[in-house]
């Protein structure tokens, strides 16, 4: 889920970049076709909207994806999933005085953290046998 969904947002993230970079041409080149560039440039075309709304909505069933998915294996540690969760959430919302990528960024740090200090697999005979 969490790769389709993000394959699905950063694709209409890349359509929306196109989209801006059209409306901005369009607008500057002062073409005889008025009305697309008015449709381009006010951004607000059932295109521009379309895209912005599905980026929005698949990136954060991504990210929650991922977090459900994270929380569950407990491959890192819970602080880290919890701030992944809460940066996403902060993120759609906007209602923290700071941009809240950083709260993003320190879930990365933690899971890092939690990857690199986790305890080595073991391989050899005595991880594969059971006993009575």
Known sequence: ISVATGVLAFTC????????????????????SAAAADALSAYAGPPAMLLFTTFTITSAVSILAAAWGLWRSHAVSRTSVV??????????????????????????????????????????????????
């Not at 940066?87 to 890092?112: E, K, Q, R, T």
């Open 13 to 32: 993230l890349a359509l929306t970049t196109g989209y801006s970079y059209s409306a901005m041409a369009l607008s500057e080149a002062h073409l005889d």
């Open 83 to 132: 701030l992944l969760a809460l940066f996403m959430a902060c993120d759609v919302i906007g209602i923290l005085p700071f941009d809240v990528h950083y709260i993003g960024l320190a879930a990365v740090v933690l899971m890092s953290v939690s990857f690199f200090t986790a305890a080595p697999l073991r391989r050899d005979a005595a991880a594969t046998s059971i006993e009575p």
